[in-house]
C-alpha cells in the first residue's frame, strides 16, 4: 500500500501545484517569470542528470547508447509533432481556439502523472526526481493554462480548466501505476520521458519565461535550476 501512496501523494502535489501555479498567475502576473525561469532549468536538469542516465544505466545489457540516444529524439520528435499540429488546429479552428490550448496542457499534465507512476516502478529515487521536476513543469502549467484562458471571452473558462488540468497529474499517476513494465520497456520509455522534458524545458518554458521577462535574472534562474538538479540528483545517488 505504501508503494502505491507515496506517488499518489505526489500526484495529488502535482495537481495543486497546477491550481497554485494558476492563482499565482491570476493574482501576481507580473511577478511569476521567475519562476518560470527556475522550472525550466529544473525539468532540464531533470532529464539531463536523472532520467537519460538511469536510462542508460537499465539498458546496459538490452540497448546499445545509440538506441537510448534514439528514443529520445523519439520522444522530443514526438511531443513537437503534438505541439505543433495542436497549435495548428488552434489556430485554424477559432471557434475552439480558448479551449485547445488548455486542452494540450491538460493532455501533458496527464502524462506528466504518468510518468511519476511508471518512475516509481524504476525506483523510488528515480521517482522522486520525476515527480519534482513535474510538480515544477506543472506550476508552470498552471500559470500557462491561465495566460491561454485569458484570451478567452468567457472569464468561467479560466476556473473550469484549471480544475481540470488540476485532476490530470493525479489521474495520469493512476494510470501510470496500472501498468507493469519490465526494464526491456522502461529503459526506452525513461529515454522518451528524457525527450519529452528537453523539449518542454528548452522549447517551451525557457522561451515563455524570457518572452514574458528578457531581464538576465530570468536566464540565471533558469542555470540554477539546472544547477540545483545536478546537486539534488549527485546527493541522492
Not at 520525476?130 to 513543469?137: I, N, Q
Request: charged share 15%; hydrophobic share 55%; glycine share 12%.
Amino acid at each position: 500500500m505504501g508503494d502505491v501512496l507515496l506517488p499518489l501523494g505526489f500526484g495529488a502535489a502535482a495537481s495543486a501545484a497546477t491550481l497554485l501555479g494558476g492563482t499565482l498567475a491570476l493574482r501576481f502576473q507580473n511577478r511569476i517569470t521567475l519562476v518560470l525561469g527556475l522550472a525550466a532549468g529544473v525539468v532540464l536538469g531533470v532529464a539531463l542528470f536523472d532520467l537519460l542516465p538511469e536510462a542508460l544505466e537499465l539498458s546496459r545489457d538490452i540497448y546499445a547508447s545509440r538506441t537510448i540516444f534514439g528514443y529520445v529524439a523519439l520522444g522530443m520528435s514526438a511531443y513537437l509533432l503534438l505541439d505543433r499540429t495542436l497549435g495548428r488546429a488552434e489556430r485554424g479552428l477559432s471557434r475552439w481556439r480558448t479551449h485547445l490550448g488548455p486542452a494540450s496542457l491538460t493532455l501533458h499534465s496527464f502524462l506528466d502523472g504518468m510518468g511519476i507512476g511508471l518512475a516509481f516502478q524504476v525506483s523510488e529515487d528515480i521517482g522522486w526526481m520525476v515527480a519534482l521536476a513535474v510538480l515544477t513543469h506543472d506550476l508552470a502549467d498552471g500559470v500557462n493554462l491561465v495566460g491561454l484562458s485569458l484570451g478567452g471571452t468567457e472569464p468561467g473558462i479560466v476556473r473550469r480548466w484549471l480544475i481540470v488540468n488540476g485532476m490530470a497529474p493525479l489521474l495520469g499517476v493512476a494510470a501510470g501505476l496500472l501498468v507493469r513494465l519490465p526494464d526491456v520497456v522502461l529503459a526506452p520509455l525513461l529515454a522518451i520521458f528524457g525527450g519529452v522534458f528537453l523539449y518542454i524545458g528548452a522549447s517551451e518554458l525557457v522561451p515563455r519565461s524570457h518572452a514574458r521577462d528578457p531581464r538576465l535574472r530570468v536566464t540565471i534562474a533558469s542555470i540554477a535550476g539546472v544547477l540545483l538538479m545536478l546537486l539534488v540528483t549527485h546527493l541522492a545517488h
